[in-house]
């Protein structure tokens, strides 16, 4: 993304709207362990989507920082998925070089 005033308008009303997408997350996870109740469903699965490329985002996703409990969910929804027998790793795509 170029570094324009529009683009870094138009990121910051994103982070902004992450932020409160995260916030609320961040409640909910206070008094379940997945999404809906303590089982892992398709619920998880979608969240965890958009939640493992927060830092892609410009989203801080250390542990010491605003969202303790939800990396904690990030972490067991990790293992949780990879550990299902029908889950297959995606295969990371090459860097292609711009000329």
Not at 28 to 33: F, G, P, S, V
Not at 53 to 72: N, S
Request: charged share 15%; net charge negative.
């Amino acid at each position: 993304m170029d570094n324009t005033p529009f683009n870094q308008e138009l990121l910051a009303q994103k982070q902004k709207q992450g932020h409160q997408a995260l916030s609320v997350m961040e409640r909910h996870l206070k008094n379940y362990q997945f999404f809906v109740g303590n089982q892992f469903t398709i619920a998880d699965i979608a969240l965890y989507a958009y939640t493992h490329v927060a830092d892609e985002g410009g989203f801080d996703c250390q542990p010491t920082q605003k969202y303790v409990i939800g990396l904690a969910w990030y972490a067991l929804s990790m293992v949780t998925l990879q550990c299902q027998p029908w889950y297959e790793c995606m295969p990371l795509l090459p860097l292609i070089e711009h000329q």
